[in-house]
C-alpha cells in the first residue's frame, strides 16, 4: 500500500496567490482529514469528510479556505488569497470507518507564503 | 487553557535510558488515548492507544492513563536513537456523547533525542 500520497511536497508562493494541496487517501478508506501544524499552534483540525461529504469544518479557520473530496480518491485544499501567517505544514489523514481507533497520516506539504 | 497540555522539551537521553513523557488535560470526557510519533520531515504514525484508566504493554512502550488527575505517560524502556522522534498525545471523546467521529485533540508534542 503506497499510503496517503499528498502533493505537492514543498510549495513556496507570493502573498496573494492561490494554493492548492492534493492528497490522495488510502484505498478503501471513506474518511479524510486536513489537518495544519504549526510551532506555535501544533496540529489542528481543519476539517473532516467522510464517504467524500464534509462534517465537520469547524476548524477551517477563515473563507479563504475551502476543501473539496469530488471523489473518494482524492481530496484538495484551496487558500486563495494566500497571506503569510498561512505558512504551516498541512497533514492528510484517511480512515477505513469514522477513525474512533487513528488514522494515516500523509507526509504534509510545505507550504511558505512570502 | 489549552484542553491538551505536553511540555515540549527539548528531552536528550542516552540510549539504554527509561524514557517518561507526559500530558495532562482538562476534558473529562477524554476516553481514549492516544499516542503518535512523527520524526522529523514525515507524518504522525499511530504508536499506540488505551481506553480509559490503566496501562497498556507494547514491546519496549508501555502507555499509562491516570483519570482521577487526568494524567497520561508514555514510558521507553531500553531507549534506543531510532527513536529519536516527537511525540504527540491525542485524546479523545467517547464514541457515545462525543463527536460522531474520531476527533482527535493533539498535545504540542515533546521532541525526544537519544544519544548513542
Not at chain 2, 482521577?68 to 529519536?84: A, C, G, H
Request: glycine share 8%; hydrophobic share 30%; charged share 20%.
Amino acid at each position: 500500500d503506497a499510503g496517503v500520497i499528498q502533493s505537492p511536497r514543498h510549495e513556496v508562493t507570493e502573498m496573494g496567490q492561490e494554493v492548492t494541496l492534493r492528497c490522495k487517501p488510502i484505498s478503501g478508506h471513506n474518511s479524510l482529514f486536513w489537518y495544519r501544524q504549526t510551532m506555535m499552534r501544533g496540529l489542528e483540525l481543519l476539517i473532516y469528510f467522510n464517504n467524500n461529504v464534509p462534517i465537520d469544518d469547524s476548524g477551517m479557520p477563515e473563507d479563504r479556505f475551502s476543501a473539496k473530496m469530488p471523489n473518494a480518491s482524492f481530496s484538495t485544499l484551496k487558500i486563495q488569497p494566500s497571506e503569510p501567517r498561512d505558512s504551516a505544514v498541512y497533514f492528510c489523514a484517511s480512515s477505513l470507518g469514522a477513525g474512533f481507533y487513528g488514522y494515516t497520516f500523509g507526509s504534509g506539504t510545505r507550504l511558505t507564503v512570502v | 487553557q489549552k484542553e491538551v497540555e505536553q511540555d515540549p522539551g527539548p528531552l536528550s537521553v542516552p540510549e539504554g535510558a527509561i524514557v517518561s513523557l507526559n500530558c495532562t488535560y482538562s476534558n473529562s470526557a477524554f476516553q481514549y488515548f492516544m499516542w503518535y510519533r512523527q520524526y522529523s520531515r514525515k507524518g504522525p504514525e499511530l504508536l499506540m492507544y488505551t481506553y480509559s484508566s490503566g496501562n497498556k504493554e507494547d514491546g519496549r512502550f508501555t502507555a499509562q492513563v491516570d483519570k482521577s488527575s487526568k494524567y497520561i505517560s508514555l514510558f521507553i524502556r531500553d531507549s534506543q536513537p531510532s527513536d529519536s522522534a516527537t511525540y504527540l498525545c491525542a485524546p479523545r471523546w467517547t464514541n457515545a456523547g462525543g463527536t460522531s467521529y474520531g476527533k482527535l485533540t493533539f498535545g504540542q508534542g515533546t521532541i525526544l533525542t537519544v544519544h548513542p
